[in-house]
Nanobody, 121 residues
């Protein structure tokens, strides 16, 4: 019913920047909170940033001041601008969206397939 497709991952040197995108499609009525998570090898998935429909944002302490989450409600898309990247930022990044569809009366969380971010010289 709903698909989330991430893009923008890749290889970047320490100190570099990347911009991730996640576009939602399908039978969408409304999207509430959107978020980015990441999971490094051997570690649990962790929350990176969230943004509400009204653009209220939260960030993990580890990325504050370096990452910026934003969204385009008309395009059902969330972005993650990542600056001053560090080797410890290397992970698979996943987006999540809380979506109301035409066939449900409640918001349901959907996940993207993930995009790899590699930070290495």
């Amino acid at each position: 019913q709903v698909q989330l497709v991430e893009s923008g991952g890749g290889l970047v040197q320490p100190g570099g920047s990347l911009r991730l995108s996640c576009a939602a499609s399908g039978s969408i009525v409304s999207i509430n909170t959107m978020a980015w998570y990441r999971q490094a090898p051997g570690k649990v998935r962790e929350l990176v940033a969230t943004i509400t429909r009204g653009d209220t944002t939260t960030y993990a302490d580890s990325v504050k001041g370096r990452f910026t989450i934003s969204r385009d409600n008309a395009k059902n898309t969330v972005y993650l601008q990542m600056n001053s990247l560090k080797p410890e930022d290397m992970a698979v990044y996943y987006c999540k969206a809380s979506v109301l569809t035409a066939t449900h009366t409640y918001y349901y969380d959907y996940w993207g397939q993930g995009t790899q971010v590699t930070v290495s010289s």
